[in-house]
């Protein structure tokens, strides 16, 4: 089986801590592959990303990358684990909803009803996403780095 990654390019801004444990600050460059994201409008795929600065990364340094700050590096990322993220951060609030609304609809709640069953139930499947991808640090996206 072939392993596929999505790269990116950054920018080193920082480095933290001692030789062979250094921890570089990466500020990464969209690629923009689509319209939507050249112009800074995106699909949501930070939608869980509150209270960070957007497209910026601690990232451990493997011993045998040696950068300094103002570097251009390369990040990689298994496409398995994007798809992972998106699935939770999108498919299971959406999944939530849907049930919810099925539901609700099956028992006779009335448009309203079902409408406002859809609606918490979204809300709970998206803080349900996030805690989960917070407490498993899948929703931390932590991309090898290369020279």
């Known amino acids: 089986m072939t392993r596929t990654e999505t790269t990116a390019t950054g920018t080193v801004t920082a480095l933290d801590g001692a030789p062979g444990r250094r921890v570089a600050h990466i500020l990464a460059s969209p690629a923009a592959p689509c319209a939507r994201c050249a112009e800074g409008r995106g699909c949501g795929a930070d939608l869980f990303r509150w209270g960070r600065r957007r497209n910026e990364f601690r990232v451990p340094l493997p011993r045998s ?7 251009t590096v390369r990040l990689a990322v298994p496409e398995r684990l ?10 299971v ?31 709970a499947g998206a803080a349900f996403s996030r805690w989960r991808l917070a407490s ?10 290369s020279a």
């Open 65 to 71: 990358v040696d950068v300094a700050v103002g570097d």
């Open 82 to 91: 994007v798809l992972r993220i998106a699935l939770l951060a999108f498919g």
């Open 93 to 123: 609030p959406l999944l939530a909803a849907a049930t919810g609304a099925s539901l609700a609809a099956a028992w006779g709640a009335g448009d309203r009803g079902t409408v406002l069953t859809a609606l918490l139930m979204l809300l």
């Open 136 to 145: 498993s640090g899948v929703g931390t996206i932590l991309p090898r780095v």
